[in-house]
């Protein structure tokens, strides 16, 4: 079954930087585009960046756009998202999807405060 794990979130002062991972099994990942999302408490959940199969095109929200960078490893099942000058309004538990499949993983928690 898919199994989406996602990992590197933490407590970070604002302007730090923090790197997250997500494991993925269940499918072929080497041929899916993959999305990372986050909500933030009392929000809806809402896209943050996404990367085609190969890595190669590379899409991001606006107000990610300049400090967040997505990329993959295809031999490690694994996608990334590094995320620099971060502040308060970063925090949110953070997700990584597959484009098309509905399973999420369990999320990993990113804090900004000082």
């Known amino acids: 079954q898919v199994q989406l794990v996602e990992s590197g979130g933490g407590l970070v002062q604002p302007g730090g930087s923090l790197r997250l991972s997500c494991a993925a099994s269940?499918?072929?990942?080497?041929?899916?585009?993959m999305n990372w999302y986050r909500q933030a408490p009392g929000k809806e959940r809402e896209w943050v960046a996404a990367?085609?199969?190969?890595?190669?095109?590379?899409n991001y929200a606006d107000s990610v756009k300049g400090r967040f960078t997505i990329s993959r490893d295809n031999a490690k099942n694994t996608v990334y998202l590094q995320m620099n000058n971060l502040n308060p309004e970063d925090t949110a538990v953070y997700y990584c999807?597959?484009?098309?499949?509905?399973?999420w993983g369990q999320g990993t928690q990113v804090t900004v405060s000082s």
């Open positions: 999807k597959e484009q098309w499949l509905t399973d």
């Open positions: 269940g499918f072929t990942f080497s041929n899916s585009r």
């Open positions: 990367i085609s199969n190969t890595g190669g095109i590379t």
